[in-house]
């Protein structure tokens, strides 16, 4: 998946919301839960990529980020069996989508755009569901509560802010 850096670009182009994409990746696959979603730049087009939990299988759903429309759907051959078995145990502790997840963490921002969200286990199976996107011109990202959807906390991302500091210079 691209930096975070061409989020900005594609978020900015893009027309379709990363919520209503990840339900419109989901839609390919009727049984399938979204893991991770995120926006990247293919060929100077915006397209946000979506990994779906199949069965025993993640898809990669790419989707035009300004029509909505599917372009591409295949295995994503970067999942080994574990991977695959710690999506599938985040998923089953999870009580909320990724779609939902992102729609809390927007939630009451008129401007904000998500560009990345993602259900992980972390350490000590601990479930961490995260949503990273722009309010105006910072970079937020918010952890979200896997039960209740409710944002837990919601931070400026100092370093990426940072880094384009640098890139002004």
């Not at 979204?34 to 730049?41: D, S």
């Not at 992102?102 to 993602?118: D, T």
């Not at 990202?141 to 384009?164: M, N, T």
């Amino acid at each position: 998946s691209g930096s975070s850096g061409d989020g900005v670009s594609v978020s900015g182009a893009a027309t379709v919301a990363l919520v209503w994409t990840g339900e419109g990746a989901v839609g390919e696959f009727p049984d399938g839960k979204a893991r991770r979603a995120g926006t990247e730049e293919k060929a100077g087009k915006a397209v946000f990529e979506v990994h779906v939990l199949v069965g025993d299988k993640v898809k990669e759903v790419k989707v035009d980020a300004v029509s909505g429309k599917v372009i591409e759907t295949k295995d994503d051959k970067d999942e080994d069996a574990d991977e695959v078995k710690e999506a599938k145990a985040a998923l089953a502790k999870t009580k909320i989508t990724l779609a939902a997840a992102i729609e809390s963490a927007l939630k009451g921002k008129e401007n904000a755009k998500a560009f990345e969200a993602s259900i992980e286990m972390e350490e000590e199976d601990e479930l961490e569901v995260l949503v990273e996107y722009f309010d105006g011109d910072k970079v937020m990202e918010a952890k979200i509560d896997p039960a209740s959807g409710k944002v837990l906390k919601a931070e400026e991302e100092k370093a990426e802010k940072e880094d384009k500091e640098e890139k002004k210079e």
